[in-house]
């Protein structure tokens, strides 16, 4: 008897997750955490043709207007953006406070964007002339920040690396956003 009542326990509770809906991947699943940074390293020599070229090609066309190069971001900003807590920026999880962006343009791939984190920058208050704008840190092989003497040769060696971000619009960005401006 305790014997058939274990089989028809089990056997009813097999027929339930017959029924249960079978947890698959949605098709706008758009997990990171396969994604690696070594994936999205750029070597710092590529990086710096890229932004040499941006420049010139900015110079050229600019018609005397000065050239943006890079961009410092605060990490309240990115976090804000990103729906995050604003005092994540100041916690141990956030090693660094800003990482800075850098414009670049490759004759086949077209725009490029590289970050890197940034150390010791303050941009607190109103003044920009106040402005600490830190120091660059760039990457290892595994995305690790590394030290690097900016001031010798050292930095162009091969093994250095920055983070290309690279998912420029059209393809990537919504065709309906309150920022797209029509032609």
């Known amino acids: 008897m305790k014997q ?7 056997l009813s509770t097999l027929m339930g997750c017959n029924h249960q809906p079978v947890r698959s991947v949605v098709e706008d699943d758009c ?3 396969e994604d690696s940074i070594p994936h ?3 070597r710092l020599t590529t990086a710096r043709q890229n932004i040499r070229t941006y420049l010139d090609f900015c110079r050229k066309h600019g018609e005397g207007d000065s050239v943006i190069e890079s961009f410092t971001i605060r990490a309240v900003d990115l976090l804000g953006a990103l729906g995050m807590p604003a005092s994540y920026a100041d ?3 956030c090693k660094y406070k800003h990482v800075r962006v850098y414009m670049g343009y490759q004759a086949k791939a077209g ?4 970050i890197v984190p940034v ?11 106040k402005w600490n704008g830190g120091e660059d840190l760039l ?3 595994r995305g690790e920040p590394q030290e690097v003497n900016t001031d010798s040769t050292a930095m162009l060696v091969d093994n250095t690396f920055v983070l290309d971000l690279n ?4 393809n990537t960005c919504p065709t309906n956003s309150p920022l797209k401006i029509q032609d």
């Open 4 to 10: 058939t009542l274990l089989i028809l326990t089990l």
């Open 111 to 114: 725009f490029k964007l590289y």
């Open 31 to 33: 997990s990171q955490a």
């Open 139 to 141: 990457l290892d092989e």
């Open 167 to 170: 998912a420029p619009c059209p």
């Open 119 to 129: 150390r010791n920058a303050c941009l607190k208050g109103k003044d920009p002339s």
């Open 91 to 93: 916690s141990a999880i």
């Open 40 to 42: 999205v390293l750029c």
